[in-house]
């Protein structure tokens, strides 16, 4: 049935910067939200690392009226290098080769078309997305403890952000597909020489792939892709033999000349579970699924999902959408985003990592064409900046 003019309500469950974003939607799209997280404020915002944004979270955040406050905090980049290291090809990416963008996108995001992404540490983003939800009448923001009792009749909606181990998904029974790579991912910030300070860089190693991401004033983040014990032994390294190690992995050209904190490896992992909602619930971000951080899609194909949430709920609210079959309905509309995105990740990691001699003509070959054709180069951007979905559209 749906209802003329209720007030509906949410809790969500999480406060990374997917639970965050998702509680400051539901309430643009004006719901009560209650908002929770076990952790208190200080322990969200420690976590040392940097996400890449690409245009779909840059239209989400305009749409939203956040992107004036985020913009300060996000550092363009206008250039990207794709490198393949084992056939020795490169590819820059500029705005030249983002194409016209989505048909149904707002004026706004055109005004950003001069980056192709951006890069935001996290101990920048969280801050003003907490402040944004402190702020706002219509969010009761509980951090630093369980889930308050309340009296209240149950939410509409809950929304499990509470991450990849989410203990919502596993206590309401949805299995999940996961897949460990059998590379770690190996993060930390450096200062380099050789690189444009608004230039990134996707480096195809036969180890892994290998993130450059430009924070400003000569300093990146890096995200290195390799086999775990490679990345144990890197983070056993001292400066001085970490970097050397650096340098023997960077193109020709990229120097690293410091190491501004402690290098750390995290597992790489893809993770889909099996259902995206269960009764009243849905889970959104990382709770529903991961993948590998090449081509920086993580956060954003997290942020799709609240971009979905949030036009659902709105319907909601307008009377054209039952509350009721607002789960089923976000599940449905997620797939073929997520199915595509999780499977381009896979595959690139699977092609690029290796220096098979029946692959490497074929990686050549494609290095070439995206080099030589433009058209090449703004399908795969509009994939990568837009979503998988983007091309079918197209
Ligand atoms: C060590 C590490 C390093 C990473 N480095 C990078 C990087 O350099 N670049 C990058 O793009 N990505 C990186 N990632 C991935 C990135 O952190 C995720 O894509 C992103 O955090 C997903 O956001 P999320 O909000 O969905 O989940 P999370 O950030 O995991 O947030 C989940 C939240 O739920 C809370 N929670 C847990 N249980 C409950 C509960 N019962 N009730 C309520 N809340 C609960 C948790 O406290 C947490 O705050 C890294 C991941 C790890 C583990």
């Known amino acids: 049935m749906v209802h003329p003019n209720p007030v509906f309500r949410a809790q969500v469950l999480g406060a990374g910067p997917t639970g965050a974003l998702a509680a400051l939607a539901l309430a643009r799209a004006g719901w009560q939200v209650r908002i929770c997280d076990p952790l208190p404020a200080s322990a969200l915002l420690e976590r040392n690392r940097a996400y890449a944004f690409s245009h779909s979270s840059q239209r989400l955040l305009s749409q939203m009226g956040l992107w004036s406050s985020l913009e300060q905090v996000m550092v363009p980049f206008r250039r990207l290098e794709l490198v393949d290291l084992a056939v020795e090809r490169q590819v820059g990416f500029t705005p030249a080769d983002l194409g016209p963008g989505p048909a149904n996108a707002p004026p706004s995001a055109t005004l950003s078309s001069t980056a192709v992404g951006w890069i935001a540490q996290h101990q920048q983003l969280l801050p003003p997305l907490l402040a944004a939800l402190a702020a706002d009448p219509a969010v009761v923001l509980e951090l630093g403890s369980p889930p308050a009792q ?27 597909l996961h897949w460990a790579y059998s590379q770690n991912c190996l993060t930390c910030l450096v200062q380099l020489r050789g690189s444009a300070n608004d230039q990134a860089w996707e480096l195809l190693r036969p180890e892994g792939p290998f993130a450059v991401l430009p924070l400003g004033d000569g300093i990146f983040q890096l995200v290195w892709s390799a086999p775990a014990r490679r990345c144990r032994q890197l983070e056993s390294l001292g400066d001085g033999a970490f970097l050397d190690a650096l340098a023997g992995a960077l193109p020709d050209g990229l120097q690293p000349d410091a190491l501004l904190d402690a290098p750390r490896a995290y597992p790489a992992g893809l993770l889909l579970a099996h259902s995206l909602h269960r009764g009243r619930t849905v889970l959104v971000g990382e ?7 090449v081509g920086g899609q993580g956060l954003n194909l997290c942020w799709r999902d609240v971009a979905q949430l949030q036009r659902l709920a709105g319907q909601v609210v307008a009377g054209r959408l039952a509350v009721e079959r607002l789960p089923a309905a976000y599940g449905r509309r997620r797939w073929p985003d997520l199915l595509l995105t999780l499977l381009a990740t896979d595959l690139l990691v699977r092609l690029f990592s290796n220096r098979s001699p029946l692959l490497l003509p074929i990686r050549h070959l494609a290095l070439v064409l995206l080099a030589r054709l433009p058209p090449l180069r703004q399908l795969a951007l509009a994939a990568m900046t837009h979503g998988p979905c983007q091309l079918l559209r197209q």
């Not at 991450?163 to 309401?172: D, E």
């Not at 709770?287 to 951080?293: A, E, L, N, Y």
């Open 150 to 176: 309340s009296s209240l009749p149950p939410p509409d909606l809950v929304v499990a952000a509470d991450g990849p181990h989410s203990p919502s998904r596993a206590a309401l029974g949805i299995g999940a």
């Open 287 to 293: 709770s529903g699924h991961r993948c590998h951080p």
